[in-house]
């Protein structure tokens, strides 16, 4: 495995570009892939911390679109109008609700780039992982509008044909991709639903 170089190329564009992490040139690499983001979007954020991922969102949705930001983590503001920050557990009970009417509508796109802590066991944080991913699937389709789009991060791990297969039974195309902006050595990548089958209430 290649070493872990927090400071790399990346990091290193992201500061100079006056981003607030490396995560947010790994979005825009990832719209590009999957052509997500567009003026007047409604999009949530779910693991927003620390924003760089908001500050792209802002930027590209514009002033009529609304972004929702949701993290455990207290965030600092993005100082957009069209920007909300949630301090919130995904799991806590009244999250849709809350998420729903800083949204004023139905979403348009749901990211996820949620993490647990990890414990150092790979099964132990693989399973942990997959429960956040099922957790915001669920909460994705409480929130979007027919025809929206849901994106969250995968690992090449012993969950990933399980979350695969949720995933494609939830929408109606699915795709795959490894980012050039993952760091060396590490499984991730990111998948791609579009067009929600049904929608269902989160509870």
């Known amino acids: 495995m290649a070493a872990y170089e927090r400071k790399d190329t990346v990091y290193r564009r992201a500061k100079r570009e006056g981003f607030r992490s490396r995560a947010a040139i790994k ?16 999009v949530v954020d ?6 760089g991922w908001l500050q792209v969102c802002a930027e590209r949705v514009g002033p009529r679109g609304r972004v929702v930001g949701v993290d455990v983590a207290e965030t600092e503001e993005v100082e957009r109008p069209n920007v909300v920050v949630l301090t919130a ?57 027919p025809g929206g789009i849901f994106l969250a991060k995968l690992f090449m791990d012993a969950e990933y044909q399980d979350l695969i297969r949720d995933i494609r039974a939830t929408f109606s195309t699915v795709k795959t991709r490894k980012l ?15 067009g929600l089958k049904e929608a269902a209430p989160a509870t």
Do not use: M
């Not at 825009?28 to 007047?40: N, V």
């Not at 779910?46 to 924003?51: T, V």
């Open 46 to 51: 779910l693991g927003c911390w620390p924003g």
């Open 180 to 194: 050039d902006t993952t760091r060396k050595g590490s499984s991730e990548l990111y998948v791609c639903g579009r």
């Open 89 to 145: 557990d995904v799991y806590d009970d009244n999250l849709a609700d809350r998420v729903r009417d800083a949204l004023r509508g139905p979403a348009d796109l749901v990211l996820s780039d949620l993490a647990p802590k990890l414990s150092g066991i790979a099964a132990s944080d693989s399973a942990r992982h997959a429960a956040l991913v099922h957790r915001a699937l669920e909460l994705a389709r409480a929130w979007l509008a």
């Open 27 to 42: 979005l825009e690499e990832i719209d590009r892939l999957f052509a997500l983001l567009r003026p007047g979007q409604r």
